[in-house]
């Protein structure tokens, strides 16, 4: 048996990457572009593994995307591939209209031919898996209840935008076409590969590298953040369990303003990593201007999933943050291999207006 997953050589997807590995024995076929975001070094230690084998490519690229579903034959797809930062989708959209949305019409296109194809026993047991955000719900007031899978889609920047259509296209190839679909809508995750432009890996690697911790506006957007094994593992039940054509809210109960998570992360690092001059890393500290259209505040209600498939999260905020600062302090090496080049290009971009980060 086979699975076919794109995107696993970013952040959630090589943690699924690991989980499958050390969990089953089925062989996964892994389709990255390499994106900037995208590092084999994140699944080296698979590379010996026969049970992984990486595939090079885009998941637009028809031809490629058709050869290697006939080639392998997989028993599920799995999507996690898309351009996955807010920032970047407000400087630059394009991209993220290609990859989301082109992209995965064109990953349920070459699935639907190779699904349509396949023997009676073997089209039931097929599944399509789309791997999305909670950011599609768009943002909450302080006392609004957390977003259910009935929450109306409300997208506030291209980015979410972009992945709410792509979710559309998923329910419309349910409903027309009868494609077995699974959706999942995640709130932020955090742990080890997440590349460091997003908040928390910014924030620890900005910190041990004397740079100001850049907050957007006042610090108040709250997230409800998620340990990244904790969704993995929501992943792999949903697509063992989950009913055809619906989606499913994965969440971590941890509304976290995103000031409180910064000092939380200066406060490990003073414990585990105490700055020569004995000062506190919040010294670091420095807000600046908000990120446009900034949405307030994100949270989850994960009943469904937890009363059907009977998931829950391991990890609270405390013993997942503890546990991402120490990956992030034991694995140096990633981080200045991530942080040459391209991403300090991205940094000048990002930031010049913004700090002196
Ligand atoms: P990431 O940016 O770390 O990784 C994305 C991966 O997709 C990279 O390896 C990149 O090379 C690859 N990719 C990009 N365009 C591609 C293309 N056209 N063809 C093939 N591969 C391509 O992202 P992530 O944080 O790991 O997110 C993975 C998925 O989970 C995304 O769909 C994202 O929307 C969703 N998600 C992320 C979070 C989060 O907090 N990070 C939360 C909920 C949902
Ligand atoms: O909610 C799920 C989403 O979480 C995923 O779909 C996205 O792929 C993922 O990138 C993440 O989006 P956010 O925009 O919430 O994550 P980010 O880490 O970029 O920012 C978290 C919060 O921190 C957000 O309110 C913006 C703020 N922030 C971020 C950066 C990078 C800062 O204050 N300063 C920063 O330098």
Not at 262 to 269: D, E, G, P, S, Y
Request: contains cysteine; hydrophobic residues 35%; negative net charge.
């Amino acid at each position: 048996m086979t699975i076919l997953v794109t995107g696993c050589a970013g952040f959630i997807g090589s943690n699924f990457v690991y989980l499958w590995a050390g969990e089953t024995r089925e062989q996964i076929v892994n389709v990255d572009n390499l994106t900037y975001a995208g590092n084999p070094a994140n699944f080296e230690s698979l590379s010996k593994d026969a049970k992984h084998v990486f595939v090079r490519g885009d998941i637009g690229d028809k031809d490629l995307i058709s050869g290697l579903l006939a080639q392998y034959k997989p028993r599920a797809v799995l999507n996690f591939a898309a351009e996955s930062h807010v920032d970047r989708s407000i400087l630059g959209p394009g991209q993220f209209i290609q990859t989301n949305i082109l992209g995965t019409f064109n990953l349920l296109e070459c699935v639907r031919a190779y699904w349509g194809e396949l023997g009676e026993e073997d089209r039931a047991a097929f599944r399509f898996l789309h791997v999305s955000t909670d950011e599609v719900y768009g943002s909450l007031e302080p006392e609004d209840p957390p977003f259910t899978e009935e929450t109306p889609y409300r997208p506030n920047s291209p980015y979410s935008a972009s992945k709410a259509s792509s979710d559309h296209l998923v329910r419309a190839w349910f409903g027309t076409y009868g494609l077995p679909v699974l959706t999942t809508n995640c709130s932020n995750n955090y742990g080890p590969y997440q590349f460091p432009e997003k908040l928390i890996p910014l924030v620890i690697n900005n910190a041990l590298s004397g740079k100001t911790l850049p907050i957007y506006g006042d610090g108040q957007q709250v997230r409800d953040w998620l340990y990244v094994e904790d969704h993995c593992r929501a992943i792999m039940k949903v697509l063992a369990e989950g009913r055809l054509g619906e989606t499913y809210n994965i969440g971590g109960r941890n509304e976290v303003a995103n000031l409180t998570v910064v000092k939380t992360i200066c406060a490990i690092l003073d414990g585990l990593r105490p700055r020569a001059d004995g000062k506190s890393y919040a010294e670091q500290i420095a807000f600046v201007k908000d990120r446009p259209g900034h949405d307030r505040r994100y949270a989850i209600d994960q009943t469904k999933i937890e009363r059907e498939l009977g998931w829950k999260p391991l990890e609270n905020f405390e013993s997942g943050m503890m546990k991402t600062v120490r990956w992030y302090l034991e694995h140096a090496s990633w981080v200045e291999g991530v942080t040459s080049g391209a991403y300090r290009k991205w940094l000048d971009l990002q930031y010049e207006k913004k700090s002196n980060v």
